[in-house]
C-alpha cells in the first residue's frame, strides 16, 4: 500500500514568500504530525491532527506557521513571510490510532531552503 | 520534563563488526513509549522498533537488538556483524502518554560502516 507522499520534494524560497507544504498521509490514519528537522539533527515536533481537529500546535515556531486538515486527510503547512531561519525539511508522519504513543509513518520530507 | 540523549555523534565501523548506539532518555511520565527509527541517504525516516515503559524484555530482530533498562533510563540499539546498508543516522525518540501530543527526538547518530 502507498506510504505517506509529500509534495513538493524541494523548494527554494526568496526570503518574505509564502509558501505551501502538502502532506498525503497513509489512508485511515487518524493522526498526523508535522515536524521540523534542521541539517544535523532530530526532527521537532511543530503540530499534531486527529483527524480535522488540530490538538496541538505548541511546536510551532511563529505565528507565521499555519497548519490544517480540514477533511481529517490531507494536510497543509503554511510558512507566511519566509524567512532564512525557516531552512530546513518539514517531515510529516501519520499514525492508525490517536495520539504520539503509536508507530508514526514518515514522508520522504520537503526540503526547503530559503534565499 | 521529556529528553532524549544520543551522546554519539558518529561512529565508524568496519563492516561485519558489531556495534551499539546508546540512547539515555529522561521522562517524569510512568507511561511513556520509546521508539529507534533509521534515517537512511535518502531521508525518509524508517521505523524499527517501539517498545512500552512496561515491558523491559529485551527484544531481538534479525541482526538487532535491543536493550532497555529502566534502572538506568536507557534504550540501546545493537546491530550485530554490520553491514554496509546499515550506513545511515538513527534516532531514538520518547513519546509520554501524559506528556501531550509531542514526541521528542534524540539529535541521532550516524553511523558509517565501511567495507
Known amino acids: 500500500g502507498a506510504g505517506v507522499s509529500q509534495s513538493p520534494r524541494y523548494k527554494v524560497a526568496k526570503r518574505g514568500q509564502d509558501v505551501a507544504l502538502r502532506c498525503d498521509p497513509i489512508?485511515?490514519?487518524?493522526?498526523l504530525f508535522w515536524y521540523q528537522q534542521a541539517l544535523g539533527q532530530g526532527p521537532e515536533f511543530l503540530t499534531y491532527?486527529?483527524?480535522?481537529?488540530?490538538?496541538?500546535k505548541s511546536g510551532l515556531p511563529s505565528d507565521r506557521f499555519f497548519a490544517e486538515r480540514p477533511e481529517g486527510s490531507v494536510s497543509t503547512l503554511k510558512i507566511q513571510r519566509t524567512q532564512q531561519e525557516d531552512s530546513a525539511v518539514y517531515l510529516c508522519?501519520?499514525?492508525?490510532?490517536?495520539?504520539?504513543?503509536?508507530?508514526?509513518?514518515f514522508g520522504p520530507g520537503t526540503r526547503l531552503t530559503v534565499l | 520534563a521529556q529528553k532524549v540523549t544520543q551522546a554519539q555523534t558518529e561512529i565508524s565501523v568496519v563492516e561485519k563488526e558489531d556495534v551499539t548506539l546508546d540512547c539515555v532518555y529522561e521522562t517524569r511520565d510512568t507511561t511513556y513509549y520509546l521508539f529507534w527509527y533509521k534515517q537512511p541517504p535518502s531521508g525518509e525516516l524508517v521505523f524499527l522498533i517501539r517498545?512500552?515503559?512496561?515491558?523491559?524484555q529485551n527484544e531481538i530482530s534479525g541482526r538487532y537488538s535491543w536493550n532497555f533498562q529502566k534502572s538506568t533510563s536507557s534504550f540501546n540499539f545493537t546491530i550485530t556483524a554490520s553491514q554496509v546498508v546499515d550506513s545511515a543516522v538513527y534516532f531514538c525518540a520518547l513519546s509520554e502518554v501524559r506528556g501531550g501530543f509531542k514526541t521528542i527526538f534524540g539529535a541521532g547518530t550516524r553511523l558509517f560502516v565501511k567495507a
Open positions: 517498545r512500552n515503559s512496561f515491558d523491559e
Open positions: 489512508s485511515g490514519h487518524v493522526s
Open positions: 508522519a501519520s499514525s492508525l490510532g490517536g495520539g504520539p504513543t503509536d508507530t508514526q509513518y
Open positions: 491532527f486527529q483527524n480535522e481537529a488540530q490538538l496541538d
